[in-house]
């Protein structure tokens, strides 16, 4: 079954550096996502992505993140300089269409600021 | 942000009894629902979904129902396998965007 592959698992990193997550969504997928979930809280959504632009993003996504389709396969979250607030699981997601379909998520990378 | 309600946090069912799990919403603009089951470090799972034309969706041991006037939807799993003890998330978005609002999330345990 195809997948939605993120790495890596968990990345450790003082605050105040930048960090990159890395995303590989289904092939055929045309839509791509970024949620995160704080420990003990909701999964929250932060960004949508789709025809090489954001089409919708949360408050949560601010000046601080970025998201860029490099290639034809790779989808990022860079975060430009974290704080200890964006400790966070991050997933990855990807739909073919916008509609009621699932999407497919990531198994996600465990972001830790120290 | 509480427009998607999950208010049992958790709920536990005996191997081969129905599992029925709720969420409620406050907002009438949402017309597209998911349930997702989650494993410890693992991402969701989509398991199904409804659109708010629908007041009933199956699929094999899993059906979501809707109910567009008390804003409630629930998934009945028949009949619950261990397999199926996880985190159990519903979510909902409103057609023109792409965001999905999750609720907190509902530890369902299948005891053998």
């Known amino acids: 079954e195809p997948e939605v592959t993120q790495t890596p698992s968990h990345q450790v990193t003082q605050m105040g550096q930048e960090v990159i997550l890395r995303c590989v969504p289904i092939?055929?997928?045309?839509?791509f996502y970024w949620y995160r979930q704080i420990l003990g809280q909701k999964v929250e959504f932060l960004v949508s992505?789709?025809?090489?632009?954001?089409?919708?993003k949360s408050e949560i996504f601010d000046d601080q993140f970025s998201v860029e389709r490099p290639d034809g396969s790779n989808f990022t979250l860079k975060i430009r300089s974290t704080k200890l607030e964006d400790s966070a699981m991050y997933f990855c997601a990807s739909s073919e269409g916008q509609g009621a379909g699932g999407y497919t998520f990531g198994s996600g990378t465990r972001l830790t600021v120290v | 942000d509480q427009q998607v309600k999950q208010n049992s946090p958790s709920l536990s069912v005996q191997e081969g009894r129905i599992s029925i799990l709720n969420c409620d919403y406050t907002n009438s603009m949402f017309d597209y629902f998911l349930w997702y089951k989650k494993y410890p470090a693992e991402g969701p799972t989509f398991l199904i979904s409804i659109s708010s034309i629908k007041d009933k969706n199956e699929d094999g041991r899993f059906t979501v129902f809707l109910n567009k006037s008390a804003k409630h939807l629930s998934l009945h799993i028949v009949p619950s396998q261990p397999g199926d003890s996880a985190v159990y998330f519903c979510?909902?978005?409103?057609?023109?965007?792409?965001?999905?609002?999750f609720g907190t999330g509902t530890r369902l345990k299948v005891l053998a």
């Open positions: 092939s055929n997928h045309l839509y």
């Open positions: 992505f789709y025809n090489n632009e954001i089409s919708e």
């Open positions: 979510a909902a978005k409103a057609s023109g965007t792409y965001k999905y609002i």
